[in-house]
């Protein structure tokens, strides 16, 4: 069984990136009343505790979220992204960082429905027990999102959001993530799919956005951004990306305004710099 706990990264850089553009995503998804599909395939513990043992050991989030948090006069996607983080903060202080589920779950509506899968047993069980089972419209399962997400596609409203958020600590993640990709997109062509990946000093990180490129020939939107140098002694994450498939017209113009911010505030040692390519057909 794998070591990786979110909790160690909870509201670090990725996560800034990841969630900003989760937001705008899920931001679309709900802009209609009709029903969608959120899908998290790795979906962590749901939430976390700033004063954590955990979050406290690196206090990535200080390197993160904690960059943001008090900023004034934001680009529109920030904001929204700092509005969504503030909800488990009411107080204004900053004790609480949402993961993907509990963004999910702050921006959903009646009619939509969620899937989280979670491998790891004590990570699943914090979900399942902190997301009640009362809510209808929630499921969790404790199982390997890669397979699992087959049988969720498509979704019965044919609206379908999700998020591949893999922990790469074994490198056959890379491949399992264009493996699912290619099953999915043939199961439902249309879904919005956000893919992340850690940039590290790996030849399989470097490759994965421009594989996943291939995989279509429809709309696709590239957003990486580097906080550092890559280290010394060649480990370690400096960056992260995100590869959404069919992403609403307005990403690239929301992320276009947030970018350059983002890797001024997040960027180490005045280090930061972003990437944003996209294809509109
Ligand atoms: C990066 S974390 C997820 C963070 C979460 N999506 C968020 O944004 O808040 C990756 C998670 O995937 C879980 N995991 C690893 N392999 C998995 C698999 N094959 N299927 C489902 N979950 C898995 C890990 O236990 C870990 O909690």
Redesign the pocket.
Known sequence: M?S???GF??GNHA?VL??VV?VQLLAHMGAKDKPFSFV??????GSYSLASEFARKNAEFETGIARLWGQERLPAALAAYLEQVRAINRDGKLRFYP???QIALQMARPQDRLHF????ST?SAVLQAYFSKADRRISVRA????DALRSVLPPPSRRGLA?I???Y?DKA?YGKVVAAMRDALKRFATGIYAI?YPTVQRDESHRLAGELQKLTEGDWLHAALKVSAPPADGLGLYGSGLFVFNPPWNLEAALGESMPLLARLLGQDGKGSFKLQFRQT
Do not use: I, M, N, Q
């Not at 998290?40 to 513990?45: C, Q």
């Open positions: 794998f990786y706990r979110h990264h909870a996560d990841k969630h989760l998290d395939t790795h979906a962590g513990a993961g993907s589920p899968f979670e491998l790891h990570e199982v390997d999102g890669f998020l958020d893999p922990s600590e993640d992340w």
